[in-house]
């Protein structure tokens, strides 16, 4: 896996967790929590190089609007890397983070439903 794509995972992570305007301790740990379990094919250091993108978004109070964009942009410019293994992980974990706090709310859900369609739009 690409050192770009682990990075933009970070972004669109990041943006599902913000969607709401708010990022809750639980949505992190989510995100810690799903990396382990969905993406175990990733070494340790490839799954901190995720969290790490996301950390720094959120130390720049990063808007959820333009990290969507972000991992979208680089989505569009680079489908060869969006296996269909790698689109459904993608989903799951959006979906375990939207979920972790107080159940999804209108935002997220949102964010996840652009998410699955641009993720659907492409052709491998």
Do not use: C
Not at 52 to 60: A, D, G
Not at 93 to 108: R, V
Request: charged share 25%; no cysteine.
């Amino acid at each position: 896996m690409t050192r770009d794509l682990l990075i933009h995972l970070g972004y669109v992570f990041y943006a599902i967790s913000k969607a709401d305007g708010n990022l809750s301790f639980e949505e992190y740990l989510k995100l810690s929590e799903s990396l382990k379990k969905r993406w175990q094919h990733l070494t340790e250091a490839e799954r901190a190089l995720i969290k790490n993108q996301f950390n720094v978004l959120q130390k720049e109070n990063a808007s959820s609007e333009n990290s969507f964009s972000t991992f979208m942009e680089f989505l569009h410019q680079n489908p060869e890397l969006f296996t269909e293994e790698i689109k459904k992980l993608v989903l799951k974990t959006g979906n375990d983070i939207a979920y972790a706090f107080a159940k999804i709310n209108k935002s997220e859900l949102n964010l996840m439903a652009k998410l699955s369609l641009e993720l659907k739009k492409l052709i491998n």
